[in-house]
Nanobody, 116 residues
């Protein structure tokens, strides 16, 4: 079992920044991929960014150049630095962990609200 706990969301003005954190615990040795997803009101959950155990990163086109995913293995924590926020970035941000057998773990989500 793996537990993922997000934090760092909040209300921010357009153009502002936040740093989201995802603390992992449990059988984290089985996790091969960590990522962030988000879900805007009335929309489906969408992928935002991914980081591998080796530190390779990939981003959705809508956030590339503005968001940065990183990890601190000593703290078992994955971060998402979100800059130049706009109202379209509003939503619940979820941390995701993919196990070596393909099973997905999810956190409870953290709300990000961007005011114009």
């Amino acid at each position: 079992q793996v537990q993922l706990v997000e934090s760092g969301g909040g209300l921010v003005q357009a153009g502002g920044s936040l740093r989201l954190s995802c603390a992992a615990s449990g059988s984290i040795f089985s996790i091969v991929l960590m990522g962030w997803y988000r879900q805007a009101p009335g929309k489906q959950r969408e992928w935002v960014a991914t980081i591998t155990t080796g530190g390779s990163t990939t981003y959705a086109g809508s956030v590339k150049g503005r968001f940065t995913i990183s990890r601190d293995n000593a703290k078992n924590t994955v971060y998402l630095q979100v800059n130049s926020l706009n109202p379209e970035d509003t939503g619940v941000y979820y941390c995701n962990g993919v196990q070596s057998n393909g099973f997905n773990y999810w956190g409870q989500g953290t709300q990000v609200t961007v005011s114009s």
